[in-house]
């Protein structure tokens, strides 16, 4: 028996022709519905990056105890589980999170790995001199952005480039293995997410006038660019998904060359999605998490099951019903933790009955193990649980997707548990952990207390900013009409506080959420959509674009690291918005630029934006022979 594990990275659902996209160019995602079964209703989890990872290790949720860190002392790892029953586990990647603070207990879950550098920002090559990149949309000029053009100078072609090294040694694995048994490949790349850096023949699929500005990286905020720019940034996308697909087909191809149909499980999947500028945003951020970002695509092909294959199904499923699929499909027993469930459970027809041989010889010292017999049938989940810590707190039965927001704009009360505290690429600081302290145990912690500790929040960050949300996808699919309906959404909270028992939430998420820890307490005196109407339609109302204000040599969308060099930019800003530059919202996004700031915080209005505009227009105009007639600069 043998596993493979596509996964992509910001794998948008919408834009694969399985899912009904009709101008982009993905084969052999196709290809891969014929002989798969494709699961309609798939909801992510935990957002985004390693919060992701652990549910796919663990099968539970990460978001409501903790945000991006590694795996817990406490955690069953899947991988690791497999390895100790026999089954030899190898990932290939180029995904760095892996490598960084944040991950480092992930990797080590396989038997064997190997990394491929340069991805997004990778501190890969040493370089002290500057890069020159071209001119360029991205605003947020940050170490990441500074390398990521460092590292693009040794990508410069198809076959030196990330995403076609990790395929390279995938393949390379199911060459020297495939004649063998008890074996599971995940081949993980990092794409199609930010930046959307692919070669010229991917590019050549989407043509289109564009005579802008450099744009393949957008920032994590609200859409500020023109609609040619905005629409410029999808191409990419599109250029790069069609570069996946090209990766996936080389896949398909190893499948049928070894004849891995008959004995392999072949699992392809995302984390989440990414937001191309639907509902105005950007990638993942603070926003609510609209099915762009949670509605994820999912495809399986079962040996066991070959008559499901170029079928769909409808039934709802989630991230962290990997875990338990693969050990199921291993005949590995699930610890009691894991809240995810075996796919199979979810598919109407039962599985063959298969036991291994007497004359097959299992490796590894592993027990002898085949296609386990089907556990008694079960529905599919009635509700899938999502979102990222300190978030909104979101469920969906399939059909209504409610997005809960705080009662208080200082989403309060707030704490992190862990025995890990880290963050992305860093410890916590001293200063951090001065409060922190020991409580619990959780259910899932094995009897082990957890380190808890305020988290950082701040009331630009806050989801009460964005009000709570309710949908019905069955008359608004793209969740442009947010719902007032108080029976529908008394019947979401009921499911919503269920689910925050059985994954065992701490008090505080309860209060932050101004919700009873019983669902049968649950009144009319907890409705929020009403009550937070107001700020949710306003924060749903489009933003000021670049093209609304006049534009010199530097304007609202130049990035604030280069603005504020400029001792007249900074009198201008001061002069026109007082206060902004010494903001918590300034400190936190640091590097984007004043449009950006203005449209996450929804503030300063559009007429003070537009003073500012037309100053900095007359200051810095847009060529320099302007620059030397005008009489304002030459004064100063």
Same mark, same amino acid.
């Given at each position: ?477 793209? =969740? ?5 309906? $108080?029976? *529908? ?5 009921? @499911? #919503? &506080?269920? !689910?925050? /028992? ?8 309860? =209060? ?5 820890? $019983?669902? *049968? ?5 907890? @409705? #929020? &959509?009403? !009550?937070? /109407? ?25 990035? #604030? ?76």
């Amino acid at each position: 028996m043998k596993a493979v594990m596509v996964m992509f990275d910001s794998l948008n659902r919408h834009m694969l022709p399985p899912y009904g996209a009709t101008w982009t160019h993905a084969p052999n995602f196709s290809r891969l519905a014929s002989r798969t079964v494709t699961f309609d209703t798939c909801y992510a989890g935990s957002l985004s990056g390693m919060p992701a990872r652990r549910e796919l290790h663990t099968g539970r949720h990460n978001f409501l105890h903790r945000g991006w860190g590694p795996l817990e002392p406490f955690d069953d790892s899947a991988p690791e589980l497999l390895g100790r029953h026999g089954v030899y586990t190898h990932l290939v990647t180029d995904n760095q999170h892996y490598f960084e603070d944040g991950g480092g207990t992930y990797h080590t879950r396989y038997h064997s790995w190997e990394f491929f550098r340069g991805q997004a920002g990778d501190p890969w090559h040493g370089q002290l001199a500057s890069p020159r990149p071209p001119e360029d949309l991205h605003a947020t000029r940050d170490v990441r952005w500074r390398q990521d053009w460092v590292n693009r100078r040794h990508l410069d072609t198809e076959e030196k480039h990330p995403q076609t090294l990790t395929f390279d040694a995938g393949l390379e694995f199911l060459r020297t293995n495939h004649a063998h048994s008890s074996w599971f490949l995940q081949i993980e790349t990092a794409d199609p997410d930010e930046p959307f850096f692919t070669h010229q023949r991917f590019k050549d699929r989407y043509p289109h006038d564009y005579a802008g500005p450099h744009f393949d990286w957008p920032d994590a905020c609200r859409v500020t660019e023109t609609d040619e720019q905005a629409a410029h940034a999808r191409y990419e996308y599109a250029a790069l998904l069609s570069m996946c697909d090209h990766s996936l087909g080389r896949v398909l191809d190893a499948m049928d060359e070894y004849h891995l149909w008959d004995d392999t499980l072949l699992v392809v999947c995302t984390d989440h999605g990414y937001q191309l500028g639907e509902q105005g945003w950007w990638a993942t951020s603070v926003q609510p998490w609209y099915d762009e970002l949670v509605h994820t695509p999912l495809f399986v092909h079962d040996p066991w099951l070959p008559s499901l294959d170029g079928t769909r199904h409808a039934g709802l499923v989630q991230t962290i019903d990997l875990a338990p699929t693969l050990l199921e499909y291993f005949g590995v027993a699930r610890p009691d933790d894991m809240r995810g469930r075996p796919l199979r459970e979810a598919l109407e027809d039962e599985a063959p009955r298969h036991k291994t041989s007497e004359d097959e010889t299992p490796e590894h010292g592993a027990p002898e193990h085949g296609a386990p017999e089907r556990a008694s049938a079960r529905p599919a989940r009635e509700t899938a649980l999502f979102g990222t810590f300190g978030g909104h707190v979101n469920i969906t039965d399939g059909r209504y997707v409610y997005l809960r927001a705080g009662v208080q704009d200082g989403n309060e009360p707030l704490y992190e548990h862990t025995l890990m505290p880290t963050r992305i690429r860093g410890r916590l600081t001293a200063e951090e952990l001065a409060d922190a302290e020991l409580v619990g145990p959780f259910s899932f912690t094995k009897g082990v207390s957890t380190l808890r500790f305020p988290a950082v929040t701040a009331p630009f960050l806050s989801p009460a900013r964005f009000g709570t949300l309710l949908f019905d996808l069955a008359v608004d699919p793209e =969740q442009k009409n947010p719902m007032v309906d $108080d029976d *529908a959404e008394l019947r979401m909270i009921r @499911l #919503l &506080v269920e !689910a925050l /028992r059985e994954h065992d939430a701490p008090p505080s998420q309860y =209060q932050r959420l101004g919700l009873p820890e $019983d669902p *049968a307490a649950v009144s009319a005196e907890h @409705l #929020l &959509v009403a !009550a937070q /109407r107001d700020r949710a339609e306003a924060a749903r109302r489009p933003v000021p674009r670049a093209d609304d204000f006049p534009q010199g040599r530097l304007h609202l969308r130049t990035p #604030l690291a280069e603005l504020l060099a400029e001792p007249l930019a900074v009198a201008a800003i001061r002069r026109h918005l007082p206060g902004l530059l010494d903001a918590e919202l300034h400190v936190v996004l640091r590097a984007g630029s004043l449009l950006q700031l203005a449209a996450a915080n929804g503030r300063p209005g559009r007429q003070r934006l537009t003073a500012l505009a037309v100053e900095l227009a007359r200051l810095f105009p847009a060529s320099e022979s302007d620059l030397l007639h005008d009489p304002v600069r030459s004064l100063a």
